[in-house]
């Protein structure tokens, strides 16, 4: 390029070479390469091209309802009632769903969801958020001014991290992620220009959390960035981890020793498989850590309606709380969120549905529990499967999935594997998964898209697909895994 | 504060002092203080508190279906359609939507709204908007694979705009706006920390663009940034012009001379009132200037489901179609928004709808036509009602609304109100809609809010309220013009 193209004039005026340098830094593999390709494939399959697979099933991202599931009844008559208010007046609909739809209709402009909301969301659903959390966490108080709705819980967690960003060189904001880790994070430090501060979990240790590696991360970024954050996935992403109440003191013990925001993303709450595991959310082992604690640790906690048994990843509707935000900082958040105008309201109208559900009095509870019980018994029935056929192979070792929707085995790949992936510009796991694409038309994550520990490989696969195929999938990885080792060795 | 708090420990982790200090310089003043004050007020009413008026009004924001606006039959019957399927066996909706509900599933993962779409959004609706693009340009062709649906137009323009700011110091990206503006362009500008370049609409000529007034703002910028992009809002928010054919065809061709990416806003599209104008779309007209611009302007253009006469602002739909863009940068945006997952499903059906409405074959094409027609019709009386009304106010000058939801009446003020507002601290027409906020029950926007010429004062309304309800709102703001100016004479 000549020196006047490269000054612009003449060549593009946007290029790869000058547009914002943190965006090309960016890099979000559940959608990367290997996705790209996946889709490739699909449109070749429907022209006609010959594959060893008629389908390409995409295991790399959590999308329940892509994978079959359905949804639950009751929420998408209170959404239809909402969008078309006509059918207010059918008799085919229950009682209590039409009662949710006025209610949501009620606390909208003009009565429709086509009005904008308030920019923090709708008043009457942070209510119902707060008294959802209250419930969870065994009545300690939730303050719906605390409660920002938002548009799947990705949103929250950028305008979070957005918030806490400031200063240069080595003062620059340094947030501490887990490794692995799910790549939105790493993704939004990218574009903030923020410093990663990576703390390894214990694959040994079933991606156990230990503050000795906390404090070994911390101490290692002070030389180089102001640590101000902590990022915390329980149940993890994309280890399946689920934190003990002990480990969920000690971060936020960690946090508060070390001055921290404590970012919490439960997203997974309800996803809980393993028998002796069971979710705790960090602001109920904050309250109960005593005042010390619950009054001086700042966080925010984040969901969203995208998982847990409703998987409902389209409608972008989610939620944050702050607890401890200075009331400064708090104004300037809502003016922040007030740029974008308000989160869509119909995932502002599902959210209030799934904090809202139906109660036992209610003509749709039965039918609402048998749904929401079917999904959560058929994904911990699929949680067991995915482990057990993955510790049959040699070369597969997997740690139990209990919970989330993942599971993050290690594969053991020949050096000559290795040695090829090297010589086309491939992370080793990243030719692993793209030959088990192009061999068997299966869509996996490669392990170096979360992060993991030098020399280690591993992929990231959803649970999700129905049982049946789930088996089909889980039988393909294990032939081609045998075939893969067998061919490089 | 101690000095030890200042450095964190002791106080908190995020303060006013250490945030981000480019989110501190955010402003969007079109839900900013006065719409608070609003909806507070709005709750003392609630709680029985006496004051001069029993209903607030919002005029601050362009929130068709708040005002009263009804939603589009057939959009909504689609739209409960796709989150309730099973109503596609109900014979109280017609086959046309029905079959618009098919095409929308048939294009989900596992037919369901639920489930995550591509990140750019679902192919087919994007085939959709390229048709309806052509067809609006009179044939000029748009490839599906440069439109990108987005979370309502705000979402795309910020997404835009980070794309294109780097370096800093004198490099930093320089980005023309107007004054006044839409004051999403100010916010993401000072979050971006770009370069704001102020260029002036002439409001004696009906807030017409003059190149001359461009380039005076770009050789004023360059001594201290490297401009690189100019946006224009066409019809004009806050102040409703209509550019003319011409008048596109000279920003184009200073676009191209000066070397800058041009960010067509054209939300407003449909909106156009004023005998006379008609709205010409950059694209085409770009392309009408010969291959010496239409293969070498980079342009973004930009829509919305949330304007024009479906006003659908709850459900964030949108798209922008990118043109002469470098592919290695199209890359980086795909994957940028890839990041994010996707846009809200439910408004990415809507855009479907808007772009793929009944045809006069199918059963819901009178209907249809009847419902818009209306809607554009009552908003055209609404928009000459407003000005000419205004134009009888002594101390009010308006500006026909040509096009777009909005007036930005000059107005007024006497130096004894002016010397008051800075006593306060407030801007002149702060006071001024404060004032009138309090004793009349309607909130504006000061035109302070948007940008204007020194020593000159505004506000924006919308005209959206229903005729009857806007000409009270008119009357009371005459009323009130009348007492303030007397109060402060």
């Known amino acids: 390029m000549s020196h006047q193209a490269m000054n612009g004039f003449g060549g593009k005026v946007l290029t790869l070479e000058n547009m914002n340098p943190n965006v090309r830094k960016v890099e979000y593999a559940v959608r990367g390469a290997i996705v790209q390709r996946a889709e490739q494939i699909e449109k070749e399959l429907k022209e006609g091209v010959k594959k060893p697979f008629t389908e390409v099933i995409k295991a790399n991202i959590g999308d329940a309802h892509a994978m079959g599931q359905k949804p639950i009844t009751f929420f998408r008559q209170v959404l239809a009632l909402c969008a078309y208010p006509d059918l207010l007046d059918d008799n085919k609909f229950p009682e209590d769903a039409k009662q949710r739809a006025r209610r949501i209709l009620g606390a909208c402009g003009g009565h429709s969801i086509g009005a904008y909301s308030a920019s923090q969301g709708i008043e009457c659903i942070r209510q119902d958020v ?63 220009a923020a410093v990663q501060i990576s703390y390894y979990l214990d694959e040994d240790r079933c991606w156990g959390l230990d503050v000795a590696e906390l404090k070994r991360a911390l101490s290692a970024a002070r030389t180089h960035c102001n640590p101000r ?92 709380e702050v607890i401890n935000m200075d009331p400064e900082v708090k104004a300037q958040l809502t003016k922040l969120v007030s740029v974008r105008l308000c989160p869509p309201v119909t995932g502002q109208a599902l959210l209030e549905l799934v904090v809202n559900p139906p109660q036992p009095d209610e003509p749709s509870y039965s039918t609402f529990m048998k749904e929401r019980t079917e999904v959560l018994a058929a994904l911990a029935e699929k949680a067991g499967l995915t482990e057990k056929t993955f510790n049959t192979v040699p070369g ?69 697909p129905p049982t049946e195929k789930l088996k089909v999938v889980l039988q393909k990885i294990r032939d081609f895994h045998v075939r893969f080792t067998k061919q490089f060795s």
Chains 1, 2 share one sequence.
């Open 396 to 464: 597969i070792i997997c740690n139990p999935v209990q919970g989330a929707m993942y599971t993050f085995p290690r594969i053991t790949l020949p050096q000559r594997a290795i040695d090829t992936a090297k010589e086309e510009g491939l992370a080793p796991d990243m030719l692993y998964c793209m030959r088990l694409l192009e061999e068997e038309g299966i869509c996996l994550v490669p392990g170096s898209g979360f992060g993991q520990r030098e020399g280690t490989y591993h992929f990231r696969m959803t649970i999700l």
């Open 229 to 320: 954050v902590i990022c915390i996935i329980n149940p993890g992403n994309p280890t399946g981890q689920v934190q003990s109440r002990k480990c969920i003191e000690d971060v936020i013990r960690f946090a508060k020793e070390e001055h921290l925001f404590l970012m919490a993303d439960e997203v997974y709450q309800d996803n809980v498989y393993a028998e002796g595991c069971k979710f705790h959310s960090f602001k109920k082992v904050l309250f109960e850590m005593g005042p010390e604690f619950s009054s001086t640790v700042e966080m925010a906690s984040f969901h969203s309606t995208s998982k847990c048994y409703m998987g409902e990843c389209g409608f972008r509707g989610g939620y944050m």
């Open 130 to 192: 707060s008294r959802y959390i209250e419930k969870r966490d065994g009545g300690i108080p939730s303050n719906p001014d605390n409660i920002y709705l938002s548009t799947g819980a990705s949103d929250a967690i950028v305008t979070m991290l957005k918030l806490l960003v400031c200063g240069e060189g080595p003062d620059r904001t340094g947030v501490m992620i887990s490794i692995p880790q799910y790549p939105l994070y790493s993704a939004a430090l990218a574009d903030l």
